[in-house]
């Protein structure tokens, strides 16, 4: 089991997943789209959202204390001053 | 301790602010100058227009709030890293590019520095405050990219500044490593 934290405009929801440890991450953003366009994502439901809505976005991954993962869809961050 | 801020843009300067209250001797490089645009959305006043971004900030911690800190006006590279960075207990990255703070993370790592990055998203709706172990510096979709230097993104940067800054004073008064998410409505541990 996995958490999966998907943040998109703004806001940051968490839906809980089965995967597999090899899992990539285009397949874990196909999820996010899914999952999200029929409403299982509490906080996060866009039913006309396009396919290609993470094709930017970056996966991180981490392993929890419990045994389990930890994943976060988000945006990319490249900048912290100009 | 001596704390050595990489970068005082909008994050930096902000983050800076925050911490003018820490016990301890900070430090900070940037080799840009500051220029009117960047008072959209940076804690520099007018006065500072044209000064280099590490003085300025220097100037105005000292003549506001008698804060002593040093400036280093240089860009920071592999030529100049160990002489400006060796001497640090913490490096705080407020960069704006993936190279340097990938230059940043390697000397960290191999002077076993601890690091703590701050990172947003072009359109500031979402940013982490990372720490080194758990960093990867992401880059631009296309170089060049626009970035969120419009005064429309200055709550959000005060949000990430202050996280920035709550999470150096956790570290600097307990040790604490703690990371953060943000996003427009939430600031959550991760």
């Not at chain 1, 958490?3 to 995967?19: D, M």
């Not at chain 2, 006043?45 to 220097?58: D, H, L, P, V």
């Not at chain 2, 990430?160 to 490593?177: E, Y």
Request: with cysteine; hydrophobic share 45%; aromatic share 8%.
């Amino acid at each position: 089991m996995a958490i999966l934290t998907i943040t998109y405009r703004g806001t940051s929801a968490v839906y809980p997943l089965e995967i597999s440890e090899d899992i990539g991450d285009a397949d874990i953003k196909r999820i996010a789209v899914e999952v999200i366009r029929s409403g299982e994502v509490p906080g996060l439901q866009i039913g006309d959202l396009g396919n290609s809505a993470f094709m930017h976005f970056v996966v991180d991954r981490f392993d929890t204390p419990e045994g389990g993962k930890r994943l976060y869809l988000r945006p990319k961050v490249p900048f912290g001053a100009l | 301790m001596r704390i050595v801020f990489a970068g005082a843009g909008a994050v930096g300067s902000t983050a800076l602010w925050f911490c003018r209250n820490l016990d301890g001797d900070i430090v900070v490089i940037d080799f840009d100058r500051v220029e009117s645009r960047n008072l959209l959305a940076q804690v520099f006043t007018r006065q500072a227009i044209g000064k280099n971004k590490a003085e300025a900030s220097k100037l105005q911690l000292k003549n506001y709030y008698g804060k002593n800190i040093e400036a280093f006006g240089v860009r920071l590279v592999k030529e100049n890293i160990d002489r400006l960075c060796e001497s640090a207990n913490l490096l705080v990255d407020a960069f704006d590019n993936a190279d340097s703070r990938r230059l940043l993370s390697q000397f960290a790592r191999s002077k076993q520095i601890p690091l703590v990055h701050a990172a947003m998203s072009a359109d500031a709706t979402f940013a982490i405050v990372r720490w080194d172990e758990r960093f990867e510096a992401d880059v631009e979709d296309t170089p060049g990219q626009a970035t969120c230097e419009g005064g429309d993104h200055l709550p959000f940067i005060g949000v990430l500044g202050a996280t920035l800054a709550r999470i150096i004073q956790d570290f600097v008064t307990g040790g604490l490593k703690r990371d953060a998410m943000i996003d427009l409505r939430t600031v959550r541990g991760c």
